[in-house]
T-cell receptor
């Protein structure tokens, strides 16, 4: 079974704090993704990585950065948390292939910024 | 880039009836179309997918159809049951190294 594990299920942080969300996958997948989920807006891509030390901006990268130092780990960083970053954050991974492939999701981190 | 539209945003059906959710995509190069189900408080999970060289795929009570010319694909659930109640997301991608682009989701409620 593919396992994608996010380090925290719930987080409460203060405005202006630097926040780290960690994600680890155990299936040697090349691709990793960070999505943000808000009611009525679906899943919006923040950043993705298709290889170690590689990163690409998604649709809503402002206020976020990422780090991928090892293949199995992909971190999302909120440089200075703001209340509008209160949301559910979902990490996902997928194998690289010629065509599209299934993405496997973590359980999500519900972040509240106060 | 790719844009995926999903309708309806909410859907209520009586138990035993069928449910249909429709999605359209903008990039004709997209070739992979998965559907995810997200139950309350849980992670999205793949329930069925289809590739652009196939027009229809079935798995028990669920089926997906794809019309490449019109750039739309649909999820069909027959004989709905209360446990089908969830949020369903469609998605599209071009290749193995491009991210899935998701629709905004459909909240399906099956009324017993």
């Amino acid at each position: 079974d593919v396992k994608v594990t996010q380090s925290s299920r719930y987080l409460v942080k203060r405005t202006g704090e630097k926040v780290f969300l960690e994600c680890v996958q155990d299936m040697d997948h090349e691709n990793m993704f960070w999505y943000r989920q808000d009611p009525g807006l679906g899943l919006r891509l923040i950043y993705f990585s298709y290889d170690v030390k590689m990163k690409e901006k998604g649709d809503i990268p402002e206020g976020y950065s990422v780090s991928r130092e090892k293949k199995e780990r992909f971190s999302l960083i909120l440089e200075s948390a703001s209340t509008n970053q209160t949301s559910m954050y979902l990490c996902a991974s997928s194998p690289s292939a010629g065509g599209g492939t299934e993405a496997f999701f973590g359980q999500g981190t519900r972040l509240t910024v106060v | 880039g790719e844009n995926v539209e999903q309708h309806p945003s909410t859907l209520s059906v009586q138990e035993g009836d069928s449910a249909v959710i429709k999605c359209t995509y903008s990039d004709s190069a997209s070739n992979y179309f998965p559907w995810y189900k997200q139950e309350l408080g849980k992670r999205p999970q793949l329930i069925i997918d289809i590739r652009s060289n196939v027009g229809e795929k079935k798995d028990q009570r669920i089926a997906v159809t794809l019309n490449k010319t019109a750039k739309h694909f649909s999820l069909h659930i027959t004989e709905t049951q209360p446990e089908d109640s969830a949020v369903y997301f469609c998605a599209a991608s071009i290749s193995g190294n491009t991210p899935l682009v998701f629709g905004k989701g459909t909240r399906l409620s099956v009324i017993a």
